[in-house]
């Protein structure tokens, strides 16, 4: 009677594990990197945040869904002048474009391990694919409960998204670097 009891609960917590689960982004801890080579000497490096959004994820399943979105005011190289002159209509457009957004529903996991995460990426109010590859992916509990984060990377041509100002001097390519970790529901 004993082990059958045991046997059950084992049974229990491995199908409460397996179930799909959501978190809320905490804006607090989830910010979006990015840098650009400028005129081949240097990398101009800011950050957007804080991101917002939530989170899907089921493990079990290899699959998920992720929201999230990020004011494109927010911008901050660390001179005023230059975040600035991102926000103008020729670059970021932050007045007729306030928010970008990143939307995706594929998953891939290698093994238990989320692996890429692949979407569409919404800046200037252009939409284009974009794949987040996981560097960097974990869960863990703390005094909110059980907390999921990590990095990921992707990479895009911002004249894609109708940034051509000062092509080809300043690189058409923008490497990101998404730092995330939301809170389980």
Not at 28 to 38: A, G, K, L, N, P
Not at 174 to 179: A, C, G, K, S
Request: glycine share 10%; net charge positive; aromatic share 10%.
């Amino acid at each position: 009677m004993k082990s059958g009891l045991t046997l059950a609960l084992l049974f229990a917590a491995a199908a409460a594990r397996a179930e799909p689960a959501s978190y809320v982004l905490d804006p607090e801890r989830c910010v979006v990197h990015w840098e650009v080579v400028h005129f081949g000497t240097s990398t101009v490096r800011g950050r957007f945040g804080p991101v917002n959004g939530e989170v899907m994820l089921d493990r079990s399943g290899g699959r998920g869904s992720v929201s999230l979105r990020f004011a494109t005011n927010t911008i901050d190289t660390g001179l005023r002048p230059f975040n600035a002159r991102l926000r103008e209509p020729d670059m970021l457009a932050s007045t007729e474009f306030p928010e970008a957004y990143f939307v995706a529903t594929r998953f891939r996991f290698d093994g238990d391990k989320l692996a890429e995460v692949r979407g569409e990426f919404t800046l200037r109010g252009v939409s284009q694919p974009l794949s987040l590859l996981a560097k960097r992916f974990g869960c863990r509990r703390d005094a909110r409960g059980e907390v999921c984060g990590g990095d990921f990377e992707a990479h895009f041509e911002r004249s894609d998204f109708g940034m051509t100002f000062g092509l080809p001097w300043i690189a058409n390519r923008v490497h990101l670097v998404v730092q995330v970790e939301g809170v389980k529901r």
